[in-house]
């Protein structure tokens, strides 16, 4: 099917067993929830549009403690409102899936495209000592088959995951291929959600944990080796061309699409450079990145931003490698040739486009 | 052989009720509004099928005291929580429990829109004129003249805006069915105030529309008052800002004296 970015995910979400949408309009991301109130109305789900996002995201907290596959979708000033939610639902331990298609801040910014999130998304955004797993994917097929994995990884640790898209990727109309509707029925059974407490003790789910035993500091412990499991067991990335490469470019979503064709450019002029594209951000695949900058002498990252994943980067390379970065605001999206002129620049030393990083 | 004596229970704790001492304060009206929504719902048949949304605020652990499932919300947002799970079990009874600072001030968006869509939800809502548990500072429900931390010299309308009545902004709407002001100083309010939980909670199993119980709660500590001085407050000044009584009724149900 084509399909734009938005419409995708909210086709994705629908197979893969999402019943309950709730948000709030904003652009660049309105497509999504547009056919979402339409698709609901087909399969027997429910589809609120909020007050505000704050309310959205709270109704996604009572439609994921009732049990249901829930989902909201936004962008960036958007997020920042939904974040009191998210920390909740960490500290909760309640499932959710929140999409972000980014556009350009601080602030009100404007609705172009922009990757300024990496930060709020990554590092929490909200209060306290909490992560939440983010997906990037380069649009396209990915959008679903990532859609399908957020609400899986969410069930499967009891945690907000997001989808870290663009403006761009929301709004690009691409082919993709949708698998079936999963059962909702052969979904893994919840012992955990609020139905009624026939037949059994009640339950409560709250975050508040006032206890003079420490039972916040458990709770808290107890969140830390969730989110060490997650760094464990679910790193995605994806290299491209990285043997032999001189230098290799670290760049996710739409920067690594536009990086990919650079790289296509730079093998003309017989320069070898390899793509390393994370894919999840936290957790961040900094054991595999590692691994690869002790075999390539040059690191250059790209960024629609100036400079946040640059610092995982960092941790990952140290100084086993000459780091560069590139990166530009966001509202404007580069030509592959401009990023082809900081991979130039980055293989050559001579920093005139981007800058190096000093360890 | 002793002769056996037959005992009839006729007064107890509600199943509803845990057996747990609770933390409120002597005099404070959350113990007598806790038993009377634990009574109603006892009395409906309700508990194994109800989930109950407790505010931020002095009832926020009110989860320590309901025996039936029970999820915080943050604060102001327990309708909007309330919501979502209602539209998950459509089958199943919703209660959310809210303060004033919860409901009317940092909530007011989502009481009034959950409202308007008719949810069918029943909210019980805890009118203290006050901000409780962070320790007597002024709440939009703050009577003219009424002291508070951070209204000291009493509530002026220039300055503070005057109070705020949200039920009867809720009246207007068409999403809501029932609204009625109680009060919990006396034996007699305390008798309307259980009829009225009741008749809320019947709107919300014939699945008429939004219903909301507003009960005049006495606060003595944050009032700096004896409990009998905070009752008699509720009866003689409160009132005054909010009288008592139906504000608004489409349920169609008789009134059976």
């Given at each position: ?219 808290n412990l107890h969140l830390q080796e969730k989110y060490d499991r997650i760094t464990a067991e679910e790193l995605r990335w994806e290299t491209k061309g990285t043997e032999d490469a001189e230098v290799v470019v670290v760049a996710y979503g739409t920067a690594a699409r536009i990086a990919e064709s650079a790289i296509e450019e730079l093998e003309a002029e017989g320069i ?88 | ?257």
């Amino acid at each position: 099917m084509l399909m734009n970015g938005s419409q995708t995910v909210g086709e994705a979400a629908v197979r893969a067993g999402c019943r309950y949408y709730f948000g709030y309009p904003i652009t660049p991301q309105n497509e999504l929830p547009e056919y979402l109130s339409a698709r609901m109305l087909d399969v027997g789900g429910t589809f609120i549009q909020g007050e505000s996002e704050v309310a959205s995201i709270n109704m996604v907290l009572g439609a994921s403690v009732a049990g249901g596959r829930a989902m909201t979708s936004s962008s960036s000033p958007g997020i920042s409102l939904k974040q009191e939610g998210i920390s909740y639902m960490a500290g909760m331990e309640l499932p959710a899936v929140i999409i972000n298609m980014m556009r350009g801040g601080p602030g009100l910014g404007n609705i172009a495209p922009s990757a300024a999130d990496y930060f709020q998304a990554t590092r929490g955004g909200g209060h306290g000592d909490y992560r939440t797993p983010v997906l990037a994917p380069a649009g396209g097929q990915e959008l679903v088959d990532l859609t399908f994995a957020a609400f899986d990884l969410a069930d499967k640790y009891r945690n907000p995951v997001m989808i870290l898209g663009d403006g761009l990727m929301g709004q690009v109309m691409e082919p993709v291929i949708f698998p079936d509707f999963i059962e909702l029925a052969d979904l893994p059974k919840k012992d955990w959600i609020l139905d009624g407490c026939k037949g059994r003790e009640p339950r409560a789910i709250y975050s508040m944990l006032l206890g003079q035993q420490g039972e916040l500091y458990k709770h808290n412990l107890h969140l830390q080796e969730k989110y060490d499991r997650i760094t464990a067991e679910e790193l995605r990335w994806e290299t491209k061309g990285t043997e032999d490469a001189e230098v290799v470019v670290v760049a996710y979503g739409t920067a690594a699409r536009i990086a990919e064709s650079a790289i296509e450019e730079l093998e003309a002029e017989g320069i070898r450079a390899g793509l390393f594209r994370p894919i999840t951000l936290w957790p961040f695949p900094l054991p595999p990145l590692r691994e690869l900058s002790k075999k390539v002498p040059r690191i250059a990252v790209f960024e629609l931003s100036m400079g946040q994943m640059v610092e995982d980067v960092i941790l990952s390379v140290g100084e086993r490698a000459e780091i560069y970065f590139h990166g530009l605001p966001g509202g404007i999206i580069p030509t592959p040739a401009q990023v082809a002129g900081f991979i130039r620049s980055a293989v050559k030393g001579d920093g005139t486009v981007g800058r190096r990083i000093d360890v | 052989m002793s002769e056996q004596i037959e005992y009839t229970k006729i007064f107890g704790r509600p199943e509803s009720l845990k057996e747990t001492p609770t933390h409120y304060c002597p005099g404070c009206g959350h113990s007598v509004a806790h038993r009377l929504v634990a009574e109603c719902l006892d009395e409906l048949g309700l508990r194994e099928k109800t989930i109950g949304v407790p505010p931020v605020g002095c009832a926020v652990l009110a989860y320590n005291y309901f025996n039936f499932d029970m999820v915080e919300a943050p604060h102001g947002r327990a309708l909007a929580v309330a919501t979502g799970i209602k539209r998950v079990h459509p089958d199943k009874f919703v209660l959310t429990y809210q303060g004033d600072g919860d409901l009317a001030a940092i909530g007011t968006a989502e009481t009034i829109h959950a409202a308007n869509r008719g949810e069918r939800i029943s909210t019980i809502f805890i009118n203290n004129a006050i901000y409780g548990m962070t320790g007597g500072q002024m709440a939009p429900t703050t009577i003219l003249g009424q002291n508070a931390t951070t209204a000291p010299g009493g509530r002026d309308p220039r300055l503070h805006g005057s109070p705020i009545d949200i039920s009867r902004m809720l009246a207007v709407s068409n999403g809501v069915v029932f609204v009625e002001r109680c009060a919990l100083d006396s034996v007699k309010e305390i008798r309307k105030a259980k009829k009225a939980i009741k008749k809320a909670f019947q709107c919300q199993l014939d699945d008429l529309g939004f219903a909301l119980v507003e009960l005049l709660s006495p606060c003595p500590t944050n009032w700096k008052m004896t409990p009998k001085a905070a009752w008699d407050w509720v009866a003689e000044e409160m009132v005054k800002t909010y009288p008592l009584g139906v504000i608004k009724d489409i349920t169609g149900y008789e009134d059976k004296k």
